[in-house]
């Protein structure tokens, strides 16, 4: 079972709606990320951050918006996709910032826009 | 810029035998870190094995051991006594810039025959 738990798992949402994505992490880690993996396309880094404090925007459009309200919770607030934003979003924690420690990942939420 | 590749966009191996995926890299960083993902359908990353720019041997985590050969920039995952459960997406990646970031590769599809 992971540690880091990510819901929806499934999602489909029209170009108009607002949704989010929440993804929680209970293994005492100060780093939490967001990444995109689209059909055919490495994973993408959207996100980082690191004790609460967004230290990564890795050129995401604005209608993908963050919020890391504790170090244990990152939301992933969507408005306004467009179909080629259908994609598996992944959520990731780290024990902290730049040690030689893997990332551990949430089992992700499955992305459509109709 | 930092770069990941994986060329083997698919591979099978018989079950029982042993398989190599093949990973390069290309960074000017001197410190870096190599981790090797392995993605089932269900969509979750789970974590196989790392390898530090500085480490002296090879890694090894049971039927994983990564192949560093530092002057040639790849890092290769070989997995022993291939299983049925070992067919799923496998992802190179690279941990660099002092943060936790990790960069990925496109994937291989490793399809494990009984």
């Known amino acids: 079972e992971t540690g880091v738990t990510q819901t929806p798992r499934h999602l489909v949402m029209g170009m108009t709606n607002k949704k989010s994505l929440k993804c929680e992490q209970h293994?005492?880690?100060?780093?939490m990320y967001w990444y995109k993996q689209s059909a055919k396309k490495p994973l993408e880094l959207m996100f980082v951050y690191n004790f609460k404090e967004q230290t990564e925007n890795n050129s995401v459009p604005s209608r993908f918006s963050p919020e890391c309200p504790n170090s244990s919770h990152l939301f992933l607030h969507l408005h306004t996709l467009q179909p080629e934003d259908s994609a598996l979003y992944l959520c990731a924690s780290s024990p902290e910032w730049g040690g030689d420690t893997e990332a551990f990942f949430g089992q992700g939420t499955r992305l459509t826009v109709v | 810029a930092q770069k990941i590749t994986q060329t083997q966009p698919g591979m099978f191996v018989q079950e029982k035998e042993a398989v190599t995926l093949d990973c390069t890299y290309d960074?000017?960083?001197?410190?870096?870190?190599l981790f090797w993902y392995k993605q089932p359908s269900s969509g979750e990353m789970i974590f196989l094995i790392y390898q530090g720019s500085y480490d002296q041997q090879n890694a090894t985590e049971g039927r994983y051991s990564l192949n560093f050969q530092k002057a040639r920039k790849s890092a290769n995952l070989v997995i022993s006594a291939s299983q049925l459960g070992d067919s799923a997406m496998y992802f190179c990646a690279m941990r660099h810039n002092a943060g936790n970031m990790l960069t990925f590769g496109g994937g291989t599809r490793l399809m494990v025959k009984p």
């Open positions: 960074t000017s960083d001197p410190s870096y870190g």
């Open positions: 293994l005492g880690h100060n780093a």
